[in-house]
């Protein structure tokens, strides 16, 4: 159980181009989801917190209109990178809690190459 | 912003060898968790901690939650190949809303 899938698992697109990242929780409802950015042999960086029905709630430095989420359903958040370019090529993740629960489930992750 | 201490940052072992791993908080934590990652892969959860002194095993690994819910330890015994890959360990408390506040990670490499 808790299992957490991601789609695409790699993406490359052109620069000034716009990517969606989807992440689904397949045997829970997760009323919250997260998507962090990893950067090469570093620990995990959360960029927001999406909330099914209301708007994410992001982090300092990272733009909204630059990484938009929406929570559309209890079992799937996306990420649109909008208008990519080379410094946003990372490995994005996502997690889901089952609702109720404090430990995070991680989907496999996106690695995302703007060229 | 919170950070837990993780150490040691790296280790290179001999196949067979135990492991053991730490991460230290300034503040206090309710939950532990402790992820391993593959490279190219997102982190799998290993072991949860809900109590303070909680001790809790998982095949080879073990992993206690501090007494003073400030610190937590992972081992992982007779160490082979495929445990090869990144340690997380993360902390959770609804005074940090519901994020997790992440190590900066131990690389474990094995050799056999």
């Known amino acids: 159980g808790a299992v957490v899938s991601q789609h695409p698992s790699r993406v490359i697109c052109k620069s000034g181009t716009s990517v969606k990242i989807e992440c689904r929780s397949l045997?829970?409802?997760?009323?919250?989801m997260f998507w962090y950015r990893q950067f090469p042999k570093q620990s995990l960086m959360l960029m927001a917190t999406?909330?099914?029905?209301?708007?994410?709630?992001?982090e300092q430095g990272v733009e909204k209109d630059k990484f938009l989420i929406n929570h559309a359903s209890l079992t799937l958040s996306t990420l649109t990178v909008t208008s990519a370019h080379p410094e946003d090529s990372s490995f994005y993740i996502c997690s889901a809690n089952p609702t109720g629960r404090y430990e995070q489930y991680f989907g496999p992750g996106t690695r995302l190459t703007v060229t | 912003g919170q950070q837990l201490n993780q150490s040691p940052q790296s280790m290179f072992i001999q196949e067979g060898e135990d492991v053991s791993m730490n991460c230290t908080s300034s503040s206090i934590f309710n939950t532990w968790l402790w992820y391993k990652q593959d490279p190219g892969e997102g982190p799998v959860l290993l072991i949860a901690?809900?109590?303070?002194?909680e001790l809790t095993s998982n095949g080879r690994l073990t992993a206690q939650f501090g007494i003073t819910r400030k610190d937590s330890f992972l081992n992982i015994s007779a160490s082979i190949p495929s445990d090869v890959g990144i340690y997380f360990c993360?902390?959770?408390?609804?005074?940090?809303?519901?994020?997790?506040?992440f190590g900066a990670g131990t690389i474990l490499r094995v050799k056999s």
């Open positions: 901690l809900y109590k303070a002194g």
């Open positions: 045997d829970f409802q997760a009323t919250t």
């Open positions: 993360a902390g959770f408390d609804m005074e940090y809303g519901n994020k997790l506040v």
């Open positions: 999406s909330n099914e029905g209301s708007k994410a709630t992001y």
